[in-house]
């Protein structure tokens, strides 16, 4: 059996779990650091999105804090870049 290339097995782990990779949610994740700066990307995940609502999950209340005060910059960047989300608020919530 021949092997599969790296790229191949993380194609096959989507489609598994039912991940679109042409999704907005989907893009919203590869662009996350762009989106939040770079010395959040590792402590502050994406959670979930439902009506308008993004939910973020940190892993210190320090990272929360600082999500918090870049809250009006992130928002302007997600609505810049992905208004088909309809992205409206965010909310943080400690522990990843």
Same mark, same amino acid.
């Given at each position: 059996m021949k092997e599969k290339t790296t790229q191949e097995v993380l194609e096959l782990l989507l489609q598994r779990l039912n991940i679109d990779r042409s999704s907005p949610l989907s893009r919203v994740h590869r662009l996350?650091?762009?989106i939040v700066g770079e010395d959040l990307v590792l402590n502050a995940k994406i959670h979930d999105l439902k009506r308008g609502v993004l939910v973020i999950k940190v892993t210190h209340s320090t990272y929360a %804090?600082?999500?918090m005060m870049r809250r009006k910059v992130i928002l302007a960047r997600l609505k810049e870049r992905f208004p088909e989300l309809k992205i409206?608020?965010?909310q943080?919530? %400690?522990g990843i």
């Open positions: 996350w650091g762009d %804090s600082m999500v409206t608020q965010i943080v919530r %400690s």
